[in-house]
């Protein structure tokens, strides 16, 4: 047989449309993660995959990670950042850890090329769409897809969300806020237990950023979360944000929030800025991730520092990407953050 | 205090239809009214999703205006909710819903023009498949050869329309707004969609190679294909077209339809 050469001329989707920036914009960041020497906690059950990526994480002595890779629209295109900065062992110099929002189930070049980047860099797999929070069952094909893309990217830390999102099979892409109550607590501890069983792994589940609580809602948000982790043995992630962000909206302490939290479960910690909304003239802070973290939220990242010993932290930035030098500023305070708490803490010892 | 599934319910409710009471008399106001709280959660509900929509049918918007873009896809997330839970799935009946949408039910071409655009999607999330080895095919006997079935790329699709949609879109890929230089008649216009390495991307075929791929890829034995494409041009090539087909990398896989006259469907793949 002959090959016959194609005649006909392929059109093909531009780059540009398909990163959806400007060409200048790609290979800049969004999401910064600081990795600090804390070993990474040990998955909950087994020897899963991620127990093997934790242990050679350490294994290398990294200090610190930054991100270096966003995706955009929930995962739909992706542009890498920098590359790596080789495995030299050097403990001064910061390296880059992945963070992922979003859809890669599919496949496609998105997650070929983010498992590319998984040989460099460790991940840290964030979940927005299983919808623990819902009292309808989890959808097991989503939690499947989850699995498979865990077991191939083998992340450092896979986390959810206290939240819903699905009712009646309608799903509504937002993080909803829940009643505080001891049916939806044995409904998210059912999930979290479930979800824990299929991936074989522990799971950090993240506190909401709120805009609304329920009249009926009587056990504190960071009460609700400890009890979560004495029933299901998860992790939690402080996002220190949402802290403010709610504390803000809602009325309430943030500092007394994060000392209310159990310190031995924090495993991962979240920075990201907020818009400032006024409401029927009321301010409203919206958690968007477009700009470069707040005073009142790197005082209390402190605060948490200090509590919770140098936590890994990731800076989200996934709305009006900055320059690549804006957020390697907002990675180098957290870093400088993170040092000040480890240098008080050797004191203390001392 | 309605049971969490009751407040659900009724939040789904709230964020695409009418304001459900029940939810309403459940959320506290601290300051600010129930509904204004519970309009932020349904203004990012709303705007997020016709993002998701705008960044699928980026074409679309552009020939409609994003203002009429924002108006229709308000009335189609109300309608047609997403019922899944990754966002690169939703939209497949958008397209549909243009051709029936009132406003611009005069636009005839909208609806294969977001088909295309919907096709390119798809094919950007398919699942990756390695081609197949063309030498396993030495172990097919030549009298079976026009049972041949063949599994396709998941990329791969096949579309049809009687206006010139790929024009369409290219005149749109610019940055500019530039005069329409895409003159609207009706014509038979045969595309190909489908990824390779990273891009995506489409290419116009002629009728009977078109009727002969996308018989193929549907999982039509090869001589129904050619069949259909010997019915477009009697004077159509098969060896040629065959040997294009298979070196094209959009096989994966091929099993042999068994031999009866009367059943020329393929046993599943």
């Not at chain 1, 968007?288 to 707040?294: E, I, L, N």
């Not at chain 2, 047609?80 to 009946?93: F, I, K, Q, R, V």
């Given at each position: 047989m002959s090959l016959l050469a194609p005649v006909t001329v392929w059109w093909v989707v531009p780059q540009r449309r398909r990163a959806r920036r400007p060409a200048a914009e790609v290979g800049r960041p969004a999401r910064v993660a600081v990795r600090p020497s804390a070993p990474p906690t040990v998955p909950c059950k087994g020897h899963s995959a991620g127990a093997i990526s934790s242990r050679a994480w350490r294994e290398k002595g990294c200090e610190h990670a930054a991100a270096e890779h966003y995706l955009t629209r929930a995962g739909r295109y992706w542009v890498a950042g920098t590359t790596p900065g080789g495995n030299s062992g050097d403990s001064s110099s910061p390296r880059l850890v992945g963070g992922t929002r979003g859809e890669l189930y599919g496949g496609g070049p998105a997650l070929t090329a983010l498992a590319q980047l998984r040989h460099d860099y460790p991940l840290s797999v964030h979940g927005v769409g299983l919808s623990l929070g819902s009292a309808t069952a989890l959808d097991t094909r989503h939690l499947a897809r989850l699995r498979q893309l865990v077991t191939r990217l083998e992340p450092m830390f896979v986390s959810e969300h206290l939240s819903w999102s699905v009712a009646g099979g309608i799903y509504l892409n937002h993080l909803l806020p829940l009643p505080y109550t001891e049916e939806t607590l044995d409904v998210v501890a059912q999930h979290v237990i479930q979800t824990q069983e299929v991936l074989q792994r522990r799971l950090l589940l993240e506190n909401p950023s709120s805009y609304l609580r329920f009249d009926y809602s009587p056990i504190p948000e960071p009460e609700f979360l400890t009890a979560l982790v004495q029933r299901t043995g998860c992790g939690l992630l402080c996002d220190v944000n949402n802290i403010h962000v709610s504390c803000c909206n809602l009325g309430g302490d943030p500092v007394a929030y994060l000392d209310a939290l159990p310190a031995a479960a924090v495993t991962e910690i979240h920075l990201a800025g907020h818009a400032v909304n006024d409401a029927d003239g009321q301010t409203i802070l919206i958690d968007?991730?477009?700009?470069?973290?707040?005073a009142a939220v790197w005082t209390l990242y402190a605060y948490a520092l200090a509590r919770f010993g140098p936590v890994p932290t990731l800076i989200e930035w996934d709305t009006d990407i900055p320059a690549l030098s804006v957020l390697r500023d907002e990675a180098h305070t957290a870093i400088q953050h993170m040092q000040q708490a480890q240098e008080a803490a050797y004191a203390s010892v001392a | 205090m309605p049971a969490l599934h009751e407040l659900q319910t009724a939040f789904v409710q709230t964020m695409f239809a009418t304001e459900a009471p029940a939810l309403v008399a459940a959320v506290a106001g601290d300051g600010l009214s129930p509904s204004a709280r519970l309009q932020i959660y349904r203004h990012h509900v709303l705007t997020s999703l016709t993002e998701a929509l705008q960044a699928t049918f980026p074409v679309i918007c552009r020939l409609v205006d994003v203002r009429f873009f924002r108006y229709a896809a308000d009335t189609y997330i109300r309608e047609?909710?997403?019922?899944?839970?990754?966002?690169?799935?939703?939209?497949?009946?958008f397209p549909t819903f243009l051709r029936e949408f009132p406003p611009c039910r005069d636009l005839a071409y909208l609806e294969d023009v977001a088909r295309l655009e919907w096709a390119l999607n798809t094919a950007l999330h398919a699942e990756i498949r390695l081609p197949l080895d063309p030498t396993r095919l030495g172990e097919v006997a030549a009298e079976a050869i026009p049972r041949l079935c063949f599994a396709c790329d998941p990329s791969l699709s096949y579309l049809r329309s009687r206006w010139a949609i790929d024009q369409i879109w290219r005149v749109h890929q610019q940055e500019e707004e530039v005069a329409s230089d895409c003159a609207l008649h009706e014509e038979d216009v045969c595309l190909e969609i489908r990824r390779w390495e990273d891009e995506v991307g489409f290419r116009r075929l002629d009728p009977a190679v078109y009727a002969f791929r996308a018989a193929l890829a549907h999982g039509q034995p090869l001589a129904t294909a050619a069949e259909a494409a010997l019915e477009a041009d009697a004077a159509f090539d098969c060896v040629s077209a065959l040997s294009a087909w298979l070196t094209d990398g959009v096989v994966f896989d091929f099993t042999v339809a068994p031999d009866m006259e009367e059943n020329n469907s393929c046993k599943p793949l």
């Open positions: 968007d991730h477009g700009t470069p973290v707040a | 047609h909710p997403p019922m899944a839970p990754c966002l690169s799935e939703y939209g497949a009946d």
